[in-house]
């Protein structure tokens, strides 16, 4: 069975200050996605990787892929209020189904 | 252009009771994937549609059934609905490039 453990599980921070969240497995996937997601509402796509050590950048967020395509970090640069929601990690291992992680609670506190 | 939409937002239903979920993909996309998520969890996948058939299928029992329609927009059926399965529902819409975008999600609760 397939797993994606993110941790960690709850975050509280300050605004301004760096975060990094990582979503691990054993597993081998052949893409993994970062979601946010606030109270209420569906997930919101914010990147889809797909090689082995890719890094992406979306403003203040850094995404990397893990070498061996098994794990991914993501990471907030002086984070904001704005920022706080649940993050999602969520792998393809080459089908149609997507895994999604446990999820990482983040806070920012003004 | 519209994105993923869902009905109803919110149904309370009572245990033995059957529920149907609507969803219409964002435009442009062919495949609908429908994914269950409980309260303080990630989603977990119950199947995908692609050209009217289910084509994959997560660990869920018989009971959550499902039904593309040609112009892409999605039925999920539960029977028998137990009280496990409060939740909310979450539509996710893709097409070739297998990027997911979600809808809001339908708040099931039962009763």
């Known amino acids: 069975t397939q797993l994606l453990e993110q941790s960690p599980q709850f975050l509280s921070i300050q605004e301004g200050e760096n975060l990094t969240v990582y979503c691990n497995s054993s597993?081998?996937?052949?893409?993994l996605q970062w979601y946010r997601q606030e109270p209420g509402e569906g997930p919101v796509l914010l990147v889809t990787?797909?090689?082995?050590?890719e890094v992406k950048k979306l403003k203040r967020l850094t995404f990397q892929f893990g070498d061996a395509r098994k794990d991914s970090s993501l990471h907030i640069t002086a984070a904001q209020p704005g920022d706080t929601g649940l993050y999602l990690c969520?792998?393809?291992?080459?089908?149609?189904?997507?895994?999604f992680g446990t999820g990482t609670r983040l806070k920012v506190l003004a | 252009d519209a994105g993923v939409t869902q009905s109803p937002t919110h149904l309370i239903k009572t245990r033995g009771q059957q529920v149907t979920l609507r969803c219409s993909p964002k435009s442009g996309h062919d495949t609908v994937s429908w994914y269950q998520q409980a309260l303080g969890q990630g989603p977990q996948f119950i199947f995908q549609y692609y050209e009217e058939e289910e084509r994959q299928r997560g660990n869920f029992p018989d009971r959550f059934s499902g039904h593309q329609f040609p112009n892409y927009s999605s039925e999920l059926n539960v029977n028998a609905l137990l009280l496990g399965d409060s939740a909310l529902y979450l539509c996710?819409?893709?097409?070739?490039?297998?990027?997911?975008?979600f809808g809001p999600g339908t708040r099931l609760t039962v009763t």
């Open positions: 996710a819409s893709s097409s070739v490039s297998y990027e997911q975008y």
């Open positions: 597993s081998v996937f052949s893409s």
């Open positions: 990787v797909v090689t082995g050590g």
């Open positions: 969520a792998g393809s291992s080459g089908t149609y189904k997507y895994i």
